[in-house]
């Protein structure tokens, strides 16, 4: 008898890959989405696999499942910048209403449960590399709190059904890059590689000089079975420490599609954190993980992806950071105009 998972948000990018994962590893599944920032076509290469199931619902809304359910994966939220500031309440309310009715079906099926938090608790941190330990430098009432307090909310829900007896545990998810991400999602990767194919000048925030370690989906998914599968609490940071500006990146995705297009400077966003870089110490003495897939291959396999994938009347327009608050005043370096190629 195959062990049965529920996996919320699985037809997104993340919760996909995840999903394909499980089945492929003798799980059956059952994925829970209200499509609001996800797509059915990810889902596409599990159609008609037995062991799959999809029910399309709003878990904000409550979460029925009759049958056994041995492990409960809460992967749903809106989770770019430019989604939840799309659909602030929905990311509240997934994080918090959504969280508890996840927590609930894990406590009535004794199952375990694993929340999909994010290096979003840390804010904008003070402390670098990021530790578990770290309780994190959040603005409660800025342009990012309603899904980084409702990701906090959630592992605060997470602990205390922990203390109440269920097996809740907590991963804290950092950047993280591949297919199925989407052209207009405003994320630096999809949003660069866009660019590329559109032949735009890239938009980087600010004067670039940011940072953020870049996960590839594949090694972040393997970091996630391991969590499931442990009895480990948390919570455990997964990700790349492998850290660089983003001036570099947009550097380096120009490189790999051999582009001369410009690089455009534009006005940072609202609380943007100026560094990020996980600690895996936890996470490799734990679970005996650690990413595993060089930068560069990981790169070129997304870049394949999306031209492969994209089509060009899915290329929303707007500018990358459309609906997300921008800082004023600006940066006095992000007037700089333009690189040179
Ligand atoms: N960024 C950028 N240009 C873009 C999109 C994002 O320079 O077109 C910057 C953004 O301001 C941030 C970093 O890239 O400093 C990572 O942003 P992303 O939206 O990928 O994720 P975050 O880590 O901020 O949640």
Known sequence: MRKRVVVTGGAGFIGSHL???LIADGYSVLCADNLLTSSLDNLAGLAGEPGFEFLEQDVSDGL????????????????SPVDYARHPLETLRVGSVGTMNC?????????????ASTSEVYGDP????QRESYWGNV????PRACYDEAKRFSEAAAATYRSLGTDAAIIRIFNTFGPRMRPADGRAIPTFIRQLLDGEPLTVAGDGSQTRSFCYV??????????????????????????LTILDLAHRIRELAESAVEIRHVPLPVDDPRVR????????????????TPFEQALSQTFAWCSAHWAPAAHTAGPATAGVPVAAPVAANAATPVLAS
């Open 19 to 21: 999903c394909e994962r």
């Open 64 to 79: 029925a499942v009759s049958g056994k359910v041995a492990i409960v994966l809460h992967f749903a939220s809106p989770a």
């Open 103 to 115: 927590l609930e079906l894990a406590r009535e099926k004794n199952a375990r449960f694993l929340i």
């Open 126 to 129: 003070a402390e670098h590399p």
């Open 139 to 142: 603005n409660p009432i800025g």
């Open 218 to 243: 594949d090694d972040l998914v393997d970091g996630i079975v391991r969590m499931a599968r442990s009895n480990v609490p948390g919570p455990v940071n997964l990700g790349n420490p492998t850290e």
């Open 277 to 292: 870089r996980p600690d895996i110490g936890l996470a490799l003495e734990l679970l005996d993980w650690r990413p595993v």
